[in-house]
Antibody, heavy 119, light 106 residues
Framework: QVQLVESGGGLVKPGGSLRVSCAASGFTFSDYYMSWIRQAPGKGLEWISH????????FYADSVKGRFTISRDNAKNSLFLQMDSLRAEDTAVYFC????????????WGQGTLVTVSS | SYELTQPLSVSVAPGQTATITCEGDNIGGKHVHWSQQKPGQAPILIIYRDNIRPSGIPERFSGSNSGNTATLTISGAHAGDEADYYCQVWVSATAVFGGGTKLTVL
């Protein structure tokens, strides 16, 4: 079965950096686009980035463009999000999700990892 | 920027039908996806491309989309359906989510 497991969240100071990861299993990772979506405490879902199967196409929300970098390692079935110049408003649970490019649906989600930006 | 508007909350009596709307400019011209999120859990896709249920999602969940409104309908609602529901579309390679609707079954 499809499994997505995020890791790497934690407490970081404003202006700091953090890299979160997503380990995928149960499907052919290299055949799928992958996305990151976040959810601030008590708030709704916010899409922040996605990456094509071979990393050729990268897309970012304006709120993170220039500060966050999405990447993937198909040999290790892993997705990454490098977050730099972090701000208090980046505090959220970060979910990775599989994107089925045929249906355009985010069809499987991980449980998320909490990133807290605070001094 | 494109916006999707959902009611903050919807209440339904057990066994009755709940309707959750998602409004957006000419949303009928886009494909709408719906996800369910229970407290402390990850979202689960329950409807994609307006009205298609993924494998394992009960027939009680259905969707429609026309004009400026997409609708998620939950028939025979029960306590286990209490959750936040989000609609989502793609606009210029950007995913846009509605603000979410909290469904209460009481």
């Amino acid at each position: 079965q499809v499994q997505l497991v995020e890791s790497g969240g934690g407490l970081v100071k404003p202006g700091g950096s953090l890299r979160v990861s997503c380990a995928a299993s149960g499907f052919t990772f290299s055949d799928y686009y992958m996305s990151w979506i976040r959810q601030a405490p008590g708030k709704g879902l916010e899409w922040i980035s996605h990456i094509s199967e071979s990393s050729t196409n990268l897309f970012y929300a304006d709120s993170v463009k220039g500060r966050f970098t999405i990447s993937r390692d198909n040999a290790k079935n892993s997705l990454f999000l490098q977050m730099d110049s972090l701000r208090a408003e980046d505090t959220a649970v970060y979910f990775c999700a599989r994107l089925d490019i045929v249906t355009t649906a985010l069809d499987y989600w991980g449980q998320g990892t909490l990133v807290t930006v605070s001094s | 920027s494109y916006e999707l508007t959902q009611p903050l909350s919807v209440s339904v009596a057990p066994g009755q039908t709940a309707t959750i709307t998602c409004e957006g400019d000419n949303i009928g011209g886009k494909h709408v996806h719906w996800s369910q999120q229970k407290p402390g859990q990850a979202p689960i896709l329950i409807i994609y491309r307006d009205n298609i249920r993924p494998s394992g999602i009960p027939e009680r969940f259905s969707g429609s989309n026309s004009g400026n409104t997409a609708t998620l309908t939950i028939s025979g609602a029960h306590a286990g359906d209490e959750a936040d529901y989000y609609c989502q579309v793609w606009v210029s390679a950007t995913a846009v989510f509605g603000g979410g609707t909290k469904l209460t079954v009481l």
